[in-house]
T-cell receptor, first 114, second 111 residues
Framework: NAGVMQNPRHLVRRRGQEARLRCSPM?????VYWYRQLPEEGLKFMVY????????ESGMPKERFSAEFPKEGPSILRIQQVVRGDSAAYFC????????????FGPGTRLLVL | SQQGEEDPQALSIQEGENATMNCSYK?????LQWYRQNSGRGLVHLIL?????REKHSGRLRVTLDTSKKSSSLLITASRAADTASYFC???????????FGKGNQVVVIP
């Protein structure tokens, strides 16, 4: 019973390129959350999605960032025209229902922008 | 502002000793959770305490919650070298599922 999976684990991009981060939730989970962790900081909420719907994107930067969770396939966090300040660890978590209190985290994707 | 603010301490203790860390928050919460993160790894859920609970135990972990003071503490008893990690508290406000994390508390257990 695989847990939350994220890939790639490490991603290096040059300024101006696009970054695509993938998250496959735990089996049976249809709720996905994305968080960003800057060095020496705690995690900060970015976006909450259910299948095909964005429920809460209040933590997403207004520009360059987007997220989706299609009917089939993983959730994708997309960062266009990356800048050095986007360098961080991006974590995905999942839950089975909107009321399930525990979120299960993936290992994260560490993005480095050169 | 960020909910869940741990005391910004880095704890260094000997194996076998107890480790205590604190967390404060600002607004009403549904529950408060503690997570552990080993260096360069993902987060592992440790324990959840609801707003109507005052104390909870799980193995060597003991969590308290004081909603009047808007604070929580995590106690790790009989620490082991494997407990070396960063520990985060995260609050869940009423009405949404977002976890609001503090900055973390780094604990080093010396064998």
């Amino acid at each position: 019973n695989a847990g939350v999976m994220q890939n790639p684990r490490h991603l290096v991009r040059r300024r101006g390129q696009e970054a695509r981060l993938r998250c496959s939730p735990m089996k049976g989970h249809s709720h996905v959350y994305w968080y960003r962790q800057l060095p020496e900081e705690g995690l900060k909420f970015m976006v909450y999605l259910q299948k095909e719907n964005i429920i809460d994107e209040s933590g997403m930067p207004k520009e360059r960032f987007s997220a989706e969770f299609p009917k089939e396939g993983p959730s994708i966090l997309r960062i266009q025209q990356v800048v050095r300040g986007d360098s961080a660890a991006y974590f995905c978590a999942s839950s089975s229902t909107s009321t399930q209190e525990t979120q299960y985290f993936g290992p994260g994707t560490r993005l480095l922008v050169l | 502002s960020q909910q869940g603010e741990e005391d910004p301490q880095a704890l260094s203790i000997q194996e076998g000793e107890n480790a205590t860390m604190n967390c404060s928050y600002k607004t009403s919460i549904n529950n408060l959770q503690w997570y552990r993160q080993n260096s360069g790894r993902g987060l592992v859920h440790l324990i959840l305490i609801r707003s109507n609970e005052r104390e909870k135990h799980s193995g060597r972990l003991r969590v308290t919650l004081d909603t009047s003071k808007k604070s929580s503490s995590l106690l790790i008893t009989a620490s082991r070298a494997a407990d070396t990690a960063s520990y985060f508290c995260a609050t869940v406000p009423y009405g949404n599922n977002r976890l609001a994390f503090g900055k973390g508390n780094q604990v080093v257990v010396i064998p």
